[in-house]
Every structure is written in structure tokens, then in C-alpha cells.
């Protein structure tokens, strides 16, 4: 019975590793919060078109509104810091603008995971759509 288990557990957790692969780094609110002060990243909003007019982190881009033309939009250098997030911890949609990012040779990709609403709940302003 013990081993049966211990199985379901590990099977539980390879699950759950697989379901949200770790595949970029995490950055916290509080260091995008400096980077968008000082401009010194790309931070890219992928929470959709909606979200995005609501409220954003400040000088972050539109991921659906520059999906189809992203490259023009990321400096030539391919190792600048690229920040991508969506709504909180459970949500994946920052891996779509993540992976577009890595896939025109970008090396240099963060995730805040905390998203908007950890944004939010950090107490630091938002930016309407433009």
C-alpha cells in the first residue's frame, strides 16, 4: 500500500511540474517595478486586449495588439532583458509572448509570475491602455 502511494504522490507531482514547466525565470514586482522606471526592459503584457486598457504595468506593450509584428517592437540586442507576465501565479498566457520573444532569438526572458494582480496587490500603480 506504502508503495502504491508513494507512486501516486510522485505521479502527482510530475504532473503538476509538467501542467506549469518552470521554462523562464521569475522576476519579483518590486524589480519590475525598477526596470519600468528606468526603461531598461522589455516588459510585454499578455493578459489580452481587455486587461490591458484596464490597467498595465507601467510602459509594458500589448502582447495581442503586436503578436503578429513582435520583432519590431524588441531591440536588436538579442541578449536585452525581456519581461512577459499575465494575470497571477496560475496563469500561462505570459508564455506565448515568452516563448514568441525566445523563438526571434532572445536569450534573456523573465517571468513575474505575481503578474497583474500581484502588481496590484503591491500597491504600485497601473497605466491605462493607450
Known amino acids: 500500500m506504502k508503495k502504491i502511494l508513494a507512486f501516486l504522490v510522485a505521479a502527482f507531482i510530475a504532473a503538476c511540474a509538467h501542467a506549469h ?3 523562464f525565470a ?8 525598477k526596470l519600468a522606471e528606468t526603461k531598461s526592459a ?3 503584457d ?3 486586449p481587455g486587461s ?7 510602459t509594458a506593450l500589448d502582447f495581442s495588439a503586436i503578436k503578429g509584428n513582435l520583432a519590431a517592437f524588441l531591440p536588436a540586442d538579442k541578449n536585452s532583458l525581456i519581461v512577459a507576465y499575465c494575470g497571477n501565479p496560475g496563469c500561462g498566457a505570459y508564455l506565448r509572448a515568452a516563448k514568441a520573444a525566445q523563438k526571434l532569438g532572445y536569450t534573456n526572458i523573465k517571468h513575474m509570475s505575481a503578474g497583474i494582480d500581484g502588481w496590484k ?3 504600485l500603480k497601473t497605466e491605462p491602455g493607450k
Open 52 to 58: 490591458y486598457q484596464a490597467g498595465h504595468v507601467p
Open 46 to 48: 499578455a493578459n489580452g
Open 26 to 33: 521569475d522576476i519579483s514586482v518590486t524589480d519590475v517595478s
Open 42 to 44: 522589455v516588459i510585454i
Open 121 to 123: 496587490g503591491a500597491g
Open 21 to 23: 514547466p518552470v521554462e
